[in-house]
């Protein structure tokens, strides 16, 4: 079975970072893409960025360009998205997503970031 | 950015009856890359429909999905009670891949 277990996040103030962490199980991690996708509560999904099973390749939302960065370590299985400049309209639940394409098939329970001073 | 229309925003039926859910694109999507995802309240998504009609690993065959181009369709026959819930359409052809705002199924 899947498992993708979200882990990082909690309150935040405007423009300090966050890094979220996403350790994967039951699969070949480095077979996958791997992607975050964050959600207002009551609110609709948002696509942030993906990174290619090889880390050699990523792409982000104009939203969050040059701010976020994606980024994996295959060797721990494990997945990050780093935050910088937050601002309260990053304030989501942040899903992490696994797929053997760009497809999200698998989904992890979702952390939450609170951007507030 | 291909942007993903669904309707109706929401969708009231009784238990046994058919649920049909529309995701309009912007413009076409490549090899019909379009996935359905069903969302209870606090959990994440989950996958029932990928490349816009094959069904995810233990979906039952209630739900199937058509379409191809720039419409699509979730259809959900005889809608039990468990499968109220909120369904997200997504394309993950082109970047940035998006979502539909999605369609609130109530009983």
């Known amino acids: 079975e899947v498992q993708l277990v979200e882990s990082g996040g909690g309150l935040v103030q405007p423009g300090r970072s966050l890094t979220l962490s996403c350790t994967a199980s039951g699969l070949t991690f480095s077979s996958y893409w791997m992607q975050w996708v964050r959600q207002v509560p009551g609110q609709g999904l948002v696509w942030v960025s993906l990174i290619r099973g090889d880390g050699t390749s990523s792409i982000y939302a104009d939203s969050v360009k040059g701010r976020f960065t994606i980024s994996r370590d295959n060797a721990k299985s494990t997945l990050y998205l780093q935050m910088d400049s937050l601002t309260a309209a990053d304030t989501a639940v942040y899903y992490c997503v696994a797929g053997a394409g760009w497809q999200p098939d698998h989904w992890g329970q979702g952390t939450l970031v609170t951007v507030s001073s | 950015e291909i942007v993903l229309t669904q309707s109706p925003g929401t969708l009231s039926l009784s238990p046994g009856e058919r649920a049909t859910l529309s995701c309009r694109a912007s413009?076409?999507?490549?090899?019909?890359?379009l996935g359905w995802y069903q969302q209870k309240p606090g959990q994440p998504p989950r996958l029932l429909i990928h490349d816009a009609s094959v069904r995810a690993t233990g979906v039952p065959d209630r739900f199937s999905g058509s379409g191809s181009g720039t419409d699509f369709t979730l259809t959900i026959n005889n809608v039990e009670p468990d499968d109220f819930a909120m369904y997200h359409c997504?394309?993950?052809?082109?970047?940035?891949?998006?979502f539909g705002q999605g369609t609130r199924l109530d009983i």
């Open positions: 997504q394309q993950y052809a082109h970047s940035p891949l998006t």
């Open positions: 413009q076409s999507v490549a090899k019909n890359y």
